[in-house]
Structures are given as C-alpha cells and as structure tokens.
C-alpha cells in the first residue's frame, strides 16, 4: 500500500472523509481502501513505539467508528 504522509495522517484523513461523506453514497473502492488502511495500520501497531501507539490507536479506533456507523 503507498501511502502519502504517515499511518496516523491517512487514517485521520480517511475518517474525516468518512464523517464528511455521511449519508452520501461512497465508491466501493474508497470503502475497499479505507479497509486495507485498517489493516496496514494494525500491521504498523505491531512494531509501533510506545509514543507513537497512543496516536495510533485512536486514529484506528476513530476510522472503525466511522465505518461502524456507515454500516449501521
């Protein structure tokens, strides 16, 4: 997956984009895209520093939330 700017940014980006686009329809490839991020992140978790964790965390938590209500 190429990313631009780091894990915590994409996944910031995408939530913002997920709450953005609420009640709107969303292409499967970004639904698709927003899942794969989700995954690399918890990849990235795995070899993540103490101080980067926290950031980490919450912005896979705020992703899966917003992705939680869209299928909601």
């Known amino acids: 997956m190429e990313l631009h700017g780091s894990i915590v940014e994409n996944l910031d980006g ?14 499967k ?14 990849r990235v978790r795995q070899t993540a520093s103490d101080q980067q964790l926290a950031a980490l965390d919450m912005a896979i938590t705020n992703l899966e939330s917003e992705l939680a209500d869209r299928a909601a």
């Open 14 to 27: 995408a939530a913002a984009s997920a709450r953005r686009l609420r009640g709107h329809p969303v292409y």
């Open 29 to 42: 490839d970004t639904l698709l895209f927003w899942g794969e991020l989700l995954q690399e992140a918890r």
